[in-house]
């Protein structure tokens, strides 16, 4: 249950002051009959909330597929740079988060929403869920490169191990500057970085292609994005 301004100004409608004005002068109407205070309580579920006679119908999470650009924060604020938030515009945009974070130059698929229970599914390690990348490598990638991710490999320092579950590695193209994809199972700080600076290569090029069941729909330009579609969701 929550106060019916709340209730429209969550939706859209105005702020709460302005859907207060609107209350008042009789334009928003609760299962037929006229709203008259502000702090009249709503099942958000179950009522029948109109405006001027449309229907208002209520949003508790949001999904947006964004195709996160090079050169912004994953971050829901800095005082620095600009935020994928600030990409979004959304009338929950103050309570929406990126889930997981890609390095400020990193591109690529970035679920942004205000869902804490569907993030914690996609971001806890004993979940085993699959981000795929593809990234340019400054170096030679060859098989025994491959055997090497697959065992799991050390990103860690001298004085402090820090190894990583086994990792899918795909040769794209072998060169001196070679072109792979990436698919691991967890979200340590610049893992994909690390885990080629631990075999001697350099990624030069770096984008997240997939988490789980949602792709990035390429269609999408960086800086772009769009609502989940239902099956999107349901899979998730």
Do not use: C
Not at 7 to 14: H, R, S, T
Request: charge should be negative.
């Amino acid at each position: 249950m929550i106060r019916l301004d709340k209730y429209l100004a969550d939706m859209g409608i105005g702020t709460r002051s302005a859907v207060k004005q609107m209350i008042r002068k009789g334009q928003v109407q609760v299962n037929q009959e006229t709203a008259a205070r502000p702090e009249l309580k709503i099942d958000e579920q179950n009522d029948k909330v109109q405006v001027n006679g449309q229907m208002i119908g209520y949003a508790a999470f949001e999904y947006y597929m964004l195709h996160k650009p090079a050169g912004v924060v994953s971050a829901t604020e800095d005082k620095r740079d600009k935020t994928v938030i600030d990409l979004i515009e959304s009338r929950k945009r103050k309570d929406l988060f990126p889930v997981g974070r890609l390095d400020k130059d990193t591109e690529g698929l970035l679920l942004i929403t205000n869902d804490g229970a569907l993030a914690h599914q996609l971001l806890a390690p004993k979940k085993h869920v699959d981000k795929v990348y593809y990234a340019k490598v400054h170096g030679w990638v060859t098989e025994d490169t491959v055997s090497q991710f697959a065992k799991g490999l050390n990103i860690g320092t001298d004085d402090a191990e820090e190894w990583t579950r086994p990792a899918k590695l795909v040769i794209v193209q072998a060169g001196d500057d070679s072109e792979i994809r990436l698919t691991i199972q967890e979200g340590k700080f610049h893992q994909v970085k690390r885990m080629f600076q631990a075999v001697g290569m350099e990624v030069t090029y770096l984008k997240r292609e997939s988490m789980g069941s949602l792709v990035l729909d390429e269609t999408l330009k960086p800086g772009e994005y769009r609502e989940l579609t239902t099956e999107e969701l349901e899979n998730l």
